[in-house]
Every structure is written in C-alpha cells, then in structure tokens.
T-cell receptor, first 117, second 113 residues
C-alpha cells in the first residue's frame, strides 16, 4: 500500500551543527507535504509545508526540499539548538490512492532528533 | 482559545466501559480531524469533518468508534466497550480549509485497564 516513511529512527547532532532529516514517499500523486515536530507529552507542532509544484521552501532556520523524481523529502534545520530536540514527522495529504483529496494526513513513523550540547 | 483544546488530558478506565473525548477546534476552522497515536508510533487517521459535508469515517478501526461534530465546532469521539488495544493518545486537529495545514491539540492519553 501507499506509505510515507523516514530513513532513520534516531539522529544525533552537535549543538550548532546543521541537521538533515529525510523522508521517502511512495504515492506519485502526492501533492502536499507537511513536517511536524512533536515534543514529549505534546501534540505535533506544524513546522513547514510544501506543495508539489515547488522544489524548496524556507522558513526560519528550516528548509524543506522536495525531489519528486525520486519521491524524497528532507527537512534541514540550521544551527541546531537543544530546543530542537524532538520527534520529527513528515506527512502526506494524499497518501491514499483510493481517496479524493479528503484532507487526511498519512504520517511516517518519525525521527528522533537528539542535540548534544 | 488560541489553539486546539482537548479534554480530558488523561483518562483511565476499565475494559468494557464507554469513553467520550472532547475537542474544541481553533475558532473559524471548518475542518476537524481525529487521529490516534500508539506508543512510539506515527499518527493514524480516524475521522475527518469538513463543513456540512458527510464525515470521512474511513479510518475508524471498528464500529465501537464514533464521532460527531455539533454546530460545526466542538467534536466528541466516543469509544464503546473499550478494549486494552484502544489505549493510545487521541489527537484532534483543525484547519481553516480541507487542504490547509492541520494544527493539533495536545491529545487525550487513554489507558484501558
């Protein structure tokens, strides 16, 4: 079936370094992707989104890159800080080929980002 | 409030009991979603309401699960005859339109003894 997944369950980086979190998707019809950050005991927090008509989108300290050819999505965090430690999820709005654009999100399993001081 | 509000934040109940979980979406958001997150896992879609349209119930795992949204605002997720496998965090989200970014509450942690 269609799925969205992350390459690594855990990523450990040094404070101040750049972080790159990867995600692969299998639905070639996917046209909207979102990255979320989830801290312990809290709900997912929206970070950044991108539509399939774009290759790159930048926010504050974060950049999302979309490669439709290989169906790959990445989240880059510049100058990683201890407050960035969390689980990061990518999600696809059109993860289910059987549905029209109903708005439901299909989530990957998450990557835990650990920032070492 | 400014964000999505869910209550209760924690619920412990005995197997076989019914539970009701409440979600107050962001004011003005027309779309409301329920997801479930098991320990250490990603989120699993349950049900989606958009305006006055019929809800998308395709993610509900069994007929013990139901949800309603009254007056286009507050939503209640009901689980009847709870089972231990229902233990999870139940998350609610809302968005200003069907395909906009979804904003989540902090969830209800449900534990079935």
């Amino acid at each position: 079936g269609e799925s969205v997944g992350l390459h690594l369950p855990t990523l450990s980086v040094q404070e101040g370094d750049n972080s790159i979190i990867n995600c692969a998707y299998s639905n070639s019809a996917s046209d909207y992707f979102i990255w979320y950050k989830q801290e312990s005991g809290k709900g997912p927090q929206f970070i950044i989104d991108i539509r399939s008509n774009m290759d790159k989108r930048q926010g504050q300290r974060v950049t999302v890159l979309l490669n439709k050819t290989v169906k790959h999505l990445s989240l880059q965090i510049a100058a990683t800080q201890p407050g960035d430690s969390a689980v990061y999820f990518c999600a696809d709005l059109r993860g289910d080929l059987g549905s029209s654009n109903t708005g439901k999100l299909i989530f990957g399993q998450g990557t835990t980002l650990q920032v070492k001081p | 409030g400014a964000g999505v509000s869910q209550s209760p934040s924690n619920k412990v109940t005995e197997k076989g009991k019914d539970v009701e979980l409440r979600c107050d979406p962001i004011s003005g958001h027309t779309a409301l979603y329920w997801y479930r997150q098991s320990l250490g896992q990603g989120l699993e879609f349950l049900i989606y309401f958009q305006g006055n349209s019929a809800p998308d119930k395709s993610g509900l795992p069994s007929d013990r699960f139901s949800a309603e949204r009254t007056g286009g605002s507050v939503s209640t997720l009901t689980i009847q005859r709870t089972q231990q496998e229902d233990s999870a965090v139940y998350l609610c989200a809302s968005s200003s339109q069907g395909s906009g970014p979804q904003h989540f509450g902090d969830g209800t942690r449900l534990s079935i003894l």
